[in-house]
């Protein structure tokens, strides 16, 4: 099947009992058996629930792999393969990071004897240089959250195979419409499901997703243990968004190239990261691994203040000042006192997340009254 076929189809079939075309909310804890271990594939729902089975399978399709599982945040996703680590293993990661998986990198697993090097993965040797029999995992995020550093995933997939170790690539900013790392070489894929999987701003979500039968054993032995998993209706509501995922990513991809294009012109911007522009770093490598730029851009302001970032954030109209991203709805956000608070404030600015950054993940509206509503703010 085709990706909008599988957006629609993959993993979801009528209701036997009712001819029911979606996917029924399976609100139950438990389910009923025959005798002692004779049931239906379903003993429990924090095992295995039917409209859980089906979403897990449908982002499983859609990533081109074997295996799909789903977890209550997307953070819940992360804690999952870290928890496939044990004290002493070491992991590579990029320094352009989302502040939350920096956080449980460093409060949560690090005091569990578990080293974290972060270093700047456009240039593959930067990664190379921290390999050792140690290393165990290498974590990628392509674009990266706010700067949208690209990193060469079948660069990263040589180097983690070289050093035995796995390669995790967080998909969230690309979404399987523009970006399949499982085909680039990676051995798992994550989702923050809450952004543009589910799309719509109403759903809290992770998944990961991998063709490895000896990793998905041990992500199932996981998700089954912790019980980090995502309920019934919020699993019927993320299938329901993922049947539009073609058609708001390609007006997110349309929409995002115009107004990257007019902050590129306006004379009170400095710099404007789109991985699109010719000139962004690592943009051949961008449009070798993607089928499109996507609808998330950062930009910073001439004189770098804070104050005019938050004048700026606080007179949209339009695009709604607030966390997250990848909704139909166009949001602004400020990354050093928003998404990126938890970094230090040194390490935020080494990799560009600079006082006066500001990040917009740009909707599905007209275009023309989202790049009026940043006129406005700007001038």
């Given amino acids: 099947m085709k990706f909008a076929t599988k957006t629609i189809h993959a993993g979801v079939h009528p209701d036997e009992s009712t001819g029911a075309i979606m996917t029924p909310i399976y609100q139950t804890s438990t389910y009923v058996q025959d005798g002692v271990g004779n049931h239906k594939g379903y003993e429990y729902s924090r095992t295995l629930n039917p409209t859980r089975h089906a979403l897990e399978k449908n982002i499983a399709a859609l990533e081109n ?81 706010p700067m949208m550093n690209i990193v060469d995933i079948e660069a990263m997939s040589k ?18 419409y523009l970006q399949n790392p499982l085909d680039l070489g990676a051995d798992i894929v994550m989702h923050s499901v809450t952004k543009y999987l589910g799309g719509h701003s109403d759903v809290v979500m992770g998944a990961l997703v991998t063709s490895d039968d000896q990793i998905a054993k041990e992500i199932y032995r996981i998700q089954n243990s912790s019980g980090a998993v995502t309920a019934p209706m ?26 990257a294009r007019f902050l590129l012109d306006h004379p009170k911007v400095d710099k404007v990261y789109w991985p699109g522009f010719e000139f962004h770093p690592n943009h051949d490598v961008a449009k070798q691994q993607m089928r499109g730029f996507g609808g998330m851009i950062s930009f910073s302001l001439i004189g770098d ?75």
């Fill in 65 to 145: 792999g074997k295996y799909g599982a789903c977890f209550g945040s997307g953070l819940a996703a992360i804690d999952c393969v870290i928890k496939m680590l044990n004290p002493g293993d070491e992991v590579i990661s990029t320094n352009d990071l989302y502040g939350g998986t920096f956080r449980i990198f460093k409060t949560i697993f690090e005091k569990y004897g578990i080293k974290f090097h972060f270093v700047g993965m456009t240039d593959p040797k930067a990664v190379e240089e921290k390999i050792n029999d140690k290393t165990k995992l290498i974590w990628v995020e392509t674009p990266t959250n």
């Fill in 159 to 176: 180097i983690a195979k070289s050093a035995n170790a796995m390669l995790c690539v967080d998909n969230t900013f690309a979404t399987p």
């Fill in 234 to 259: 919020d699993s019927f509501l993320v299938l329901r968004g993922i049947k539009t995922l073609h058609l708001r990513m390609q007006r997110h991809c349309e929409n995002g190239e115009k107004i």
């Fill in 305 to 379: 203040s804070l104050e005019d970032a938050h004048n700026i954030v606080k007179k949209v109209k339009l695009f709604a000042l607030a966390e997250s991203l990848g909704g139909v709805e166009s949001l602004i956000g400020h990354p050093a006192t928003m998404t990126h608070a938890s970094i230090p404030k040194e390490e935020r600015e080494k990799t560009g997340v600079t006082d006066s950054l500001i990040r917009l993940s740009v909707g599905v509206e007209d275009v023309e009254d989202l790049i009026n509503d940043l006129k406005q703010a700007l001038d």
